[in-house]
């Protein structure tokens, strides 16, 4: 009976959307009459509400929506939607304010004299027009009012024209700042959650470890990474309409004809060429800018974007008039005094330190409030003009509330299609297909491609993502990031836009355009940049890095980014590193045979043998590598024999776990049927022999694992076995190798801190002496803390530690104070002789030596990547390893 209230809840979902319904209310509503309506069956013919679901039942499906709810208002930790009404303002405030024609009208004038320039300038201004505004409606009329009566004007082909309108302004859904991308994001974290869950859970199923290594969990997905991900194929997709319009203008020249600029190109024309790009360029670094190198949050960028598009909104809404530009160079000067005061000084009300602190912070005040002259000012205007601010705050409104309300009916409808055992249903249908991940990748995107004949991208993100999502995450054989998988739905939704008969964009185009230019025409060439958008999707498919790549990077070069040490790192820092051994090899051996010679004889013999073992252990690290590699060829050696046994006995143990568990649920339903005196002979035999049919199947799947499988299994597993040890000696070698060195120079670095220190250590004598008890204890503890910050420096503070504690009590012990003080004084003595002759001897040699491994043999224990070793590492780890063969 779930599957029949499965059906009734696709069945009203599909009648509401068709009629038209909105979708708001569509999703939600078909939700609740099947959960209703399966609540009112179960109690009527079950005596329980509950009876006519997979799962749970009405009030669980209640407890989500509350729970869904909740999260998506409450949740401090769910700000990714934040971003969504700072992004719509921005879009609406800048087609409001006529900066999207300016740039339609001068692009132009500027490509028209190249062959297919005026479709090519679309493309470029609806490039723009994407990373700023991402609005489809506005950008689709805009370009559509203003490019085409010129593009037939000049004799374009009308297929030709209304194609490349159409296309270039669905470039916003997929070049960031997107509202797709941010909903997308919010989809995928918690797809990524429960995909981390069911990979855990068939790693301890596989293996029976119940701890997975954390390199094979889930990468998910942040606003911020979406944004970064979608960037490079947005490019592409561009430099793809611009080479089609390109080529179709040699191939067929009638087509696309070159179009003159019937002015000058002088110098005003350049002005106006400036004024036009510059701010919307300015506009696109301050938002994306900032998110690349780390600077803001997107919600933050969101916001920079909206008081950036409402400054230049105010002075394009006055443009001509006296003081036009006067908010905006204000805001210039501002803010750019506000990034120099940030890189030159420290400002912290809290830590005044002197005057240069005072004028600095007077500074900042005097920046920041200009800055906000300019933001009020704009603001009035933008509200006094053509009460342009109240329009386009209404329209935000009106949109942000539209995309709340369907993420609520969608949280809806899912937990609803979850409750009648949906998600089980698609995932036994896709895991169930032969050819595995990129089958199952294949039929996913071939049917939200189909959905975008008839839904929009909303409905399609958050309706088809939470479902078939942790299913394609999980899948340990592909081990994709979430990131690629949310880049490659957005471009794939993107197409929702232009696939006829609901495609909105064909809508938009088709309310503006004249009456020569029939709707056959519309759809012929929207046809054709369909088929350039399924290319574009198939190249970012292919090319992972395209995507993965910028993620990565921006990550590993942040502020947060992980150390050298992380073990999701080691992978792609280690193949890096064999390669600068391979070419750098007799370079480091001669830097550790330097090394090597050197005296230590006069050290502490703690410091000569820690030093002797690091030098020993840099040595090794060679034939280390090779023991690594050996090991990494033996089982590259093995897996193409031992992967298709693996893949056929995975999964027939997936099958006998299924039968396991309707073994259990037969099981349970046979013997309350035993227990229960209403129910027929007849109906307890059929149930019976369902349980002994099962039991059957669980053994005839059970004979088709090969007897020797747990040999092959134990072999290939002492292989993977083996590299694994041999990479963890190699890690703790170089680790040892590196750390001694690194604390050596520590050490030595802080021989001037110690040299000063005498002072503090003669003069504690006089205090255990003279001074009273409490007044000495507090006297040393402040010695001990200055010795803290001196690498080296334990067993000084160990004695007067001690020293310290025997002048506690009502008796201080004055003589074995003195004593122990004494002995500091002996350590110290010590230590100063052989730290100064090893600054002046050893320290030159082994900052060089440092030098030389720092970023090889040294490189785990390094606190952050360089730009370069982050670059590398990134592009390893933006392609996708198979890591199924460790389950």
Excluded at 49 to 56: L, M
Excluded at 332 to 338: D, E, G, K, V, Y
Excluded at 828 to 844: G, I, M, N, Q, Y
Aim: glycine share 6%.
């Amino acid at each position: 009976m779930e599957l029949f209230f499965l059906a009734v809840l696709v069945l009203l979902m599909v009648v509401a959307l068709t009629s038209g319904f909105p979708v708001a209310f569509a999703l939600p509503g078909s939700a609740i009459l099947s959960i209703a309506l399966a609540a009112l069956c179960g109690v009527i013919f079950a005596g329980d509400a509950s009876a006519y679901f997979a799962s749970g039942g009405p009030l669980e499906w209640l407890s989500a929506g509350v729970t869904n709810f909740r999260s998506l208002y409450w949740d401090v930790e769910r700000d990714t939607l934040i971003a969504i009404p700072l992004f719509v303002f921005m879009g609406i405030m800048l087609q409001r304010s006529k900066i999207a024609e300016d740039l339609l009208v001068t692009m132009a004038q500027l490509f028209g004299p190249i062959p297919g320039g005026l479709g090519m300038s679309v493309v470029f201004v609806g490039a723009l027009l994407a990373a700023t505004t991402g609005i489809v409606g506005a950008t689709v009329i805009a370009m559509g009012l203003i490019s085409l009566p010129a593009m037939l004007r000049h004799n374009y082909s009308k297929p030709l024209a209304t194609g490349t309108i159409c296309a270039s302004g669905t470039l916003g859904q997929i070049i960031p700042p997107s509202i797709v991308l941010i909903i997308l994001a919010d989809q995928l974290s918690s797809a990524a959650d429960q995909a981390s869950t069911a990979r855990k859970a068939e790693f301890k199923d596989a293996t029976g470890e119940f701890s997975m290594p954390s390199e094979f969990d889930i990468t998910s997905a942040s606003a911020g990474d979406m944004f970064m991900g979608a960037f490079l194929p947005g490019l592409v997709l561009v430099a793809i309409y611009m080479t089609y319009i390109l080529v179709s203008a040699l191939i067929k020249p009638e087509s696309a004809p070159p179009v003159h600029h019937e002015g000058k190109y002088d110098r005003q024309f350049v002005l106006r060429v400036f004024l036009a790009l510059i701010p919307p360029l300015t506009l696109i670094f301050a938002v994306l800018g900032s998110i690349i190198m780390g600077v803001a949050t997107v919600n933050q960028a969101g916001a920079i974007g909206a008081v950036g598009a409402m400054i230049m909104g105010g002075y394009r809404l006055t443009a001509g008039k006296r003081l036009a530009y006067v908010p905006a160079v204000l805001a210039l000067i501002s803010t750019a005094a506000i990034l120099v005061l940030l890189a030159t000084t420290t400002i912290n009300v809290k830590n005044i330190g002197g005057t240069g602190d005072v004028l600095a912070i007077a500074a900042a005040g005097v920046a920041v409030a200009g800055l906000m002259i300019a933001v009020v000012w704009s603001a009035w205007r933008s509200f006094k003009i053509n009460d342009t601010l109240s329009g386009v705050m209404i329209e935000t409104a009106k949109t942000t509330s539209m995309v709340f309300i369907i993420l609520i009916g969608a949280a809806m409808l899912t937990s609803a299609f979850r409750g009648f055992g949906g998600e089980e249903l698609v995932k036994e249908f896709l895991t169930g297909l032969p050819g595995g991940f990129w089958t199952q990748f294949i039929v996913v995107m071939a049917v939200i491609f189909l959905l975008g004949f008839f839904l929009d991208f909303i409905e399609i993100a958050v309706v088809v993502v939470p479902i078939v999502a942790p299913i394609l995450l999980a899948d340990p054989s592909a081990n994709i990031t979430a990131v690629w998988l949310g880049v490659m739905v957005g471009l794939n939704i993107q197409t929702s836009f232009l696939t006829p008969p609901f495609g909105f964009a064909l809508f938009y185009l088709r309310g503006v355009a004249p009456p020569s230019v029939k709707t056959l025409q519309i759809y012929r060439g929207a046809a054709a940049f369909i088929a350039l958008q399924l290319i574009g999707l198939a190249v970012a498919g292919a090319f992972p890095s395209l995507i993965n790549y910028l993620p990565y990077r921006t990550y590993l070069t942040s502020e947060t980014a992980p150390p050298p040490q992380n073990p999701r790192l080691q992978q792609c820092i280690e193949e890096h590193l064999f390669t600068i051994y391979d070419e750098q090899g007799d370079a480091l051996r001669a830097a550790i045979s330097e090394a090597g010679a050197l005296d230590f004889s006069y050290l502490p013999e703690e410091q000569q043998r820690a030093m002797r073992e690091s030098l020993k252990k840099a040595s090794a690290t060679f034939a280390l590598v090779e023991e690594v590699r050996k090991a990494e060829r033996a089982v590259t050696e093995a897996s193409p024999s031992y992967r298709p046994q693996h893949v056929r006995v995975r999964d027939t143990q997936k099958e006998i776990r299924k039968v396991e568990a309707e073994i259990k649920d037969a099981g349970q339903t046979f013997r309350r049927a035993q227990n229960d005196e209403d129910v027929s002979q007849e109906r307890v035999e059929r149930l019976r022999g369902r349980t002994e049919a099962l039991q059957a199947q669980k053994s005839a799947l059970q004979s088709e694992i090969p007897r020797e499988w747990e040999e092959v299994r134990k072999r290939y597993v002492e292989l993977t076995e083996a590299e694994k040890k041999a990479r963890l000696a190699y890690r703790r070698n170089v680790d040892g190798a590196y750390e001694p060195l690194a604390t050596f120079l520590t050490i030595l670095e802080s021989t001037e801190g110690l040299r000063n220190f005498e002072a503090t250590l003669r003069s504690l004598e006089s205090v255990i002496a003279e001074a009273p008890a409490e007044q000495a204890m507090d006297t040393i503890k402040d010695a001990e803390r200055e010795l803290d910050k001196l690498a080296g420096a334990s067993d000084i503070k160990s004695r007067l530690s001690k020293a310290r504690r025997a002048l506690k009590g009502d008796e201080p012990e004055r003589d074995e104070a003195a004593d122990f003080l004494r002995q500091a004084r002996e350590i110290f003595a010590d230590e100063l002789v052989w730290r100064k002759r090893a600054s002046d001897e050893l320290a030159p040699m082994l900052r060089k030596y440092n030098q030389a491994i720092k970023h090889s043999i040294g490189l785990r224990l390094q606190t952050r990547l360089t730009t370069d070793e982050a670059e590398t590492v990134a592009a390893c780890q933006s392609s996708h390893r198979d890591i199924s063969l460790n389950f």
